[in-house]
């Protein structure tokens, strides 16, 4: 494996992460989203990853895989009834439809994929330091 092995793999955890980031940031900011274009409430998205091979030369070595996402799904649960006959989306019983989201799950998941995300900007600084020290061998 070569150096940029290394960073086609970590390049393609950075863009699962990110996509994953978003995701996770879309679900937080829609927390209390009762009304969607599509009618009812925000529907929470989770992010599927699945391993492939960083690049052709590489598809015959099976032990070297990157990550790509797979998917981008919907929660197909049923949203929380809170009781507030005062809110504009409530029904006739006074419920209202809220969108079902743990921030303290979402929050975990952000901690996660922000320290994966750092691990692997780690892996290309890292990478970039030993390229630059070999080639100062070589003066």
């Known amino acids: 494996m070569d150096i940029f092995t290394t960073f086609d793999i970590s ?5 699962a992460q990110r996509i994953r980031l978003n995701t996770i940031s879309s679900n937080l900011a829609n927390v209390e989203t009762t009304s969607t274009p599509e009618g009812g409430p925000y529907k929470k998205k989770s992010v599927y990853f699945q391993s492939k091979p960083v690049a052709f030369k590489d598809a015959l070595d099976a032990s070297i895989q990157g ?5 981008i799904t919907e929660d197909q649960e049923a949203p929380k009834k809170v009781y507030d006959p005062s809110h ?3 029904k006739e019983d006074g419920y209202v439809e809220m969108p079902n989201i743990s921030m303290l799950k979402e929050m975990t998941d952000m901690m996660s994929a ?4 750092e691990a692997n900007t780690t892996v290309i600084k890292s990478a970039k330091r030993m390229a630059l020290k070999a080639l100062e ?3």
């Not at 390049?11 to 863009?15: G, V």
């Open 88 to 90: 504009p989306d409530a």
């Open 11 to 15: 390049a393609s955890a950075l863009k």
């Open 137 to 139: 061998i070589g003066r």
């Open 67 to 71: 990550v790509e996402v797979v998917k």
């Open 114 to 117: 922000t320290r994966s995300y």
